[in-house]
């Protein structure tokens, strides 16, 4: 029976209604005791409350939906456990997974030669990307084979999933690390103006022993 009551959406639920009409005994619309003469006592509480609500406000838009935060935050999280999750969101997800995935200082810190910038040689300290674009997530991203069923998506398509990205702000396009692109910075509250490296010390606490660093100046020589 919960089967019925919501669609793929999650965003509708539906009233069960159980009569014993059929072909030869219908169901009464039109008639003065038929379906339109009592739609009122079929909506019930529903109109006995928009009366109210109309009664303290006779006109402009009402507020139909749940009356408090937490009963709306409620309902959402229901909703979510039904509805179908687009491609932009699910592509989404796998650029956040590239996005936060740590590797060591040795591997990253990199200058325009692709060599290790020296004092980096034997850093295992976890790093993360600082700064992001879409053309950089799309590169990296589109061969692998978790991406294989997006990859022909294109760039404006891509450009959303990177958008839903969370703990990233957008300052816009910029020339930044010798690419005018249209940066995203991780964090919040960045000014447009953000200059920073591309890769800093993970914000989170370091897995199998690893330490972080007790410099958070990092000398990017991509800028």
Do not use: C
Not at 153 to 181: M, N, P, Q, S
Not at 216 to 221: A, V
């Amino acid at each position: 029976m919960t089967d019925i009551l919501h669609d793929p959406t999650g965003n509708r639920r539906f009233w069960i209604w159980v009569d014993d009409h059929d072909e030869d005994n219908p169901i009464d619309i039109d008639g003065p005791d038929g379906f339109k003469a009592n739609l009122d006592a079929l909506y019930g509480e529903a109109v006995d409350e928009y009366l109210k609500l109309r009664k303290k406000q006779p006109y402009g838009d009402l507020h139909l939906d749940l009356q408090t935060k937490k009963a709306r935050q409620q309902r959402d999280a229901m909703a979510d456990q039904f509805r179908s999750r687009s491609a932009v969101e699910e592509m989404a997800d796998l650029i956040q997974e590239w996005a936060d995935e740590a590797f060591p200082a040795s591997v990253v810190m990199l200058d325009k030669d692709g060599l290790t910038i020296p004092g980096y040689e034997d850093d295992e300290t976890p790093m993360v990307r600082n700064m992001i674009h879409t053309s950089m997530a799309l590169d990296q991203l589109k061969m692998t084979p978790a991406f294989a069923a997006y990859r022909s998506a294109d760039r404006r398509t891509f450009g959303k999933a990177v958008a839903l990205l969370k703990g990233w702000t957008d300052i816009g396009e910029k020339r930044r690390h010798g690419e005018k692109k249209v940066w995203l910075v991780r964090g919040e509250g960045h000014p447009d103006d953000y200059l920073g490296p591309l890769w800093v010390p993970a914000p989170w606490p370091a897995e199998d022993g690893d330490g972080g660093t007790d410099d958070p100046e990092i000398d990017d020589l991509l800028a």
